[in-house]
């Protein structure tokens, strides 16, 4: 059964720092990966998405690498803003039809 | 609509009785699922309709939840004998085709069972 990990489960930074948020899944079979991000009481907002076949999905200060075969992904975000501060979710979906998702990390930026 | 919308935003209900949530997909979308999410997890999978038709009804927990997308466009999950643990927020997501698309997540109803 595909597991996703995020770490850290929170992270809080001052505003302008470059950060990184790790997702880790044990099943590298795999259609593609999806980061959203989820305001306090919200639904989810999708960031970006990386089909299987790709290594890496930019939308502007935004960055998202995949590596299949370590089962790993990464969330860049560059200079990051107070405006940023919400929960970041990694989702894998194994198969046509679902999404298995990570337990989220939980940002704060500091103005 | 512009987005994927879904009804109540809040439902408060007792032990053992029925609830009805409902799911406004994006216009034309023919992939909708339902998912659940518990306080402080992401969301797990319920099911999963390709126009009018569950294709994979894997996620559901048992019996008691049962859901319907009978023309194709707008979904009902359905929950009978409802339990203290079913509380949690219950989203919905559409995308346009299916697993190579984006999908688009409503604000979810946040269910509380007493």
């Known amino acids: 059964k595909q597991e996703v990990t995020q770490i850290p489960a929170a992270l809080s930074v001052p505003e302008g720092e470059n950060l990184v948020l790790n997702c880790s899944f044990t099943d590298s079979a795999i259609y593609n990966l999806q980061w959203f991000r989820q305001d306090p009481g919200k639904g989810l907002t999708s960031l970006l998405l990386?089909?299987?076949?790709?290594r890496e999905q930019t939308s502007g200060r935004l960055n998202a690498s995949l590596d299949k075969s370590s089962g790993r992904s990464t969330l860049y975000i560059a200079a990051s803003q107070p405006g940023d501060s919400a929960t970041y979710l990694c989702a894998v979906r194994p198969n046509n039809n679902d999404m298995r998702f990570g337990a989220g990390t939980r940002l704060t930026v500091k103005p | 609509g512009a987005g994927v919308s879904q009804t109540p935003s809040n439902k408060v209900t007792e032990k053992g009785k029925y609830v009805e949530l409902r799911c406004d997909p994006i216009?034309?979308?023919?992939?909708l699922y339902w998912y659940r999410q518990s306080l402080g997890q992401g969301p797990e999978f319920l099911i999963y309709f390709q126009g009018t038709g569950a294709a994979d009804d894997s996620g559901l927990p048992n019996d008691r939840f049962f859901a319907v997308r009978p023309e194709g466009s707008v979904s009902t999950l359905k929950i009978q004998r409802t339990e203290r643990g079913d509380s949690a927020v219950y989203l919905c997501?559409?995308?346009?085709?299916?697993?190579?698309?984006?999908?688009?997540f409503g604000p979810g109803t946040r269910l509380t069972v007493l």
């Open positions: 990386i089909q299987s076949s790709q």
């Open positions: 216009s034309g979308h023919t992939a």
């Open positions: 997501a559409s995308s346009s085709q299916g697993s190579q698309d984006t999908q688009y």
